[in-house]
Nanobody, 119 residues
Framework: QVQLVESGGGLVQAGGSLRLSCAAS????????MGWYRQAPGKLRELVAS???????HHADSVKGRFTISRDVAKNTVYLQMNSLKPEDTAVYYC?????????????WGQGTQVTVSS
């Protein structure tokens, strides 16, 4: 079984910063792409940023220049540095990982962490 444990969410004023972390644990061969998604009330879950095992990154247009995704492969951990936060960034943020068991690859999700940005 694989678990993703997120931390780092909270309440911050507009213009502030937060850093999210997500650590993967359990039995697996390797982790391919890791990413962060978010879901605001009444909206669909959307991709915020992703990073491949080769450190290739993708950031949604809405967060480019403000958020940065990174990962520590040795620690099976992905980070999301969020700067210049805006009220519209308020959402539950979910970590995602494509985990290889050797014979198959499966997506896992974290439990979500709330990020609230006040104006």
């Amino acid at each position: 079984q694989v678990q993703l444990v997120e931390s780092g969410g909270g309440l911050v004023q507009a213009g502030g910063s937060l850093r999210l972390s997500c650590a993967a644990s359990g039995s697996f061969v390797s982790i391919n792409t890791m990413g962060w998604y978010r879901q605001a009330p009444g909206k669909l879950r959307e991709l915020v940023a992703s990073i491949s095992s080769g450190a290739r990154t993708h950031h949604a247009d809405s967060v480019k220049g403000r958020f940065t995704i990174s990962r520590d492969v040795a620690k099976n951990t992905v980070y999301l540095q969020m700067n210049s936060l805006k009220p519209e960034d308020t959402a539950v943020y979910y970590c995602n990982a494509a985990v290889s068991m050797g014979y198959s690859t499966r997506d896992y999700w974290g439990q979500g962490t709330q990020v609230t940005v006040s104006s």
